[in-house]
């Protein structure tokens, strides 16, 4: 099948979920399209019992879409750069003491906490892995999605402090959690022995330190280009090229392209804004970035549900899932907790904030593309189910409850 085929037919099929969730669900977007899909792809499954050829032809054309590689090679460079335009870069600034720290030391403690979980639980299942394999599971699962939670939040009107928060931290987060797996599987590939924690330690710096710095050059170079003109459709082009341009770049110079376009995106929708476009290309800028948005996490929670189609059941993986569903809770809300309560002179962040910052962390689909991406000598499968397990549950279960949650609290 030919790359426009497919790529046709995920647009036809994300329009037609797009509008059963518009006219008749009404759920939110993402949980809304998702949970379309799953649906289609379950009575694609049981089709396939009196039609093989149908459900032969629905499994071939969502295994020939890799998503690992669509997702983090294409998708999220725009994804993320488009939310980070549409952040208010006022109130990333107030709370970015707490979005530092949570960022940061949240993914690293939650991903060691997972992993360390899981080890000891997998030794009392009699299935035990190597702990490197239990910290990389901990590392897919560590990352948040800013885009799943965000439009609920707003929804539910949670207070804008702990939504900049809970957004700015997930769009860093991404970037960290992208890193330290990258990190991890180079270790695994090399082998402990042959690598010291010094030279992790740089390689973990060189990544992140040097996509936060390309990200700033990059938000520069495009502010310094829009700056000497105005002529929106230019413009937008410039903010293409930043993105499409820029990653490419930051994956040859070797340092994180996702927090690169967090950088990139977040400059361009503060001090570019501001001081480098007019009111009309400001105006076309968000709405092309809004578009493209929308588009994008559309088709990827359709693909999240689509990806159902090419697992295959397995009990002793679902009840590992679900047993992983609540270690990674724990592990959030206790990686939350501890930078909370050791900064606390500094972040400012109230108890509540914490327990809303946990049942809001849902993961999405950067934590299965992750999976997918592992190498077939590493327990891939069973990631892969357990990780699945972990996103519906977080997407529909904690996504359908935030709002509650955001009005009890608050």
Not at 31 to 48: A, D, V
Not at 104 to 120: N, Y
Not at 290 to 317: H, P, R
């Amino acid at each position: 099948m030919s790359l426009f085929a497919i790529i046709t037919i995920l647009v036809v099929i994300t329009a037609s979920f797009a509008y059963l969730n518009t006219r008749f669900l009404k759920l939110p977007e993402t949980i809304g399209m998702m949970m379309i899909s799953i649906i289609f792809s379950l009575l694609l499954i049981l089709t396939g019992l009196f039609l093989p050829d149908v459900s032969s032809f629905a499994k071939t054309f969502v295994s020939n879409i890799n998503f690992s590689k669509v997702l983090l090679e294409i998708m999220l460079s725009f994804l993320l750069f488009a939310g980070a335009l549409h952040t208010d870069g006022s109130l990333l600034k107030a709370n970015r003491r707490s979005i530092t720290v949570f960022a940061i030391a949240g993914v690293l403690l939650s991903a060691l906490l997972v992993g360390g979980i899981l080890f000891f639980v997998f030794q009392l299942l009699h299935t035990p892995f190597d702990f490197l394999y239990c910290l990389l599971f901990g590392a897919l699962v560590a990352p948040t999605d800013p885009i799943a939670v965000l439009g609920i939040l707003t929804k539910a009107g949670a207070p804008k402090d702990v939504e900049i928060k809970i957004v700015g931290e997930s769009l860093f987060n991404d970037g960290i959690g992208v890193v330290l797996f990258l990190s991890l599987l180079e270790v695994i590939a090399i082998g402990t022995e042959n690598i010291s924690l010094w030279e992790i330690a740089v390689l973990l710096l060189k990544e992140i330190g040097g996509g936060l710095l390309f990200g700033w050059v990059l938000g520069k170079a495009g502010y310094s280009m829009m700056k000497k003109i105005d002529h929106y459709q230019t413009e937008i082009l410039i903010t293409l090229a930043m993105v499409m341009g820029g990653y490419l770049v930051a994956q040859l110079l070797h340092v994180s392209g996702p927090l690169a376009m967090v950088v990139a995106g977040l400059f361009t929708g503060s001090r570019s804004k501001e001081h480098a476009m007019s009111d009309n290309t400001e105006l076309y800028i968000d709405k092309f970035w809004e578009l493209i948005d929308v588009l994008m996490n559309a088709i990827l929670f359709v693909l999240i549900g689509l990806e159902l189609l090419t697992l295959k059941f397995n009990l002793s993986y679902l009840i590992a899932g679900l047993i992983a569903v609540v270690v990674t809770l724990v592990a959030r809300y206790i990686s939350l907790l501890i930078p909370a309560t050791l900064f606390k002179r500094y972040i400012k962040t109230s108890t509540k904030t914490v327990w809303l910052m946990t049942w809001g962390g849902l993961r999405g689909g950067l934590s299965i593309a992750m999976a997918l991406s592992l190498p077939d000598s590493l327990p891939k499968t069973q990631f892969v189910f357990m990780i699945y397990v972990i996103v519906l549950v977080s997407i529909i279960v904690q996504g359908l409850t935030i709002g509650k949650l955001v009005k009890k609290l608050f």
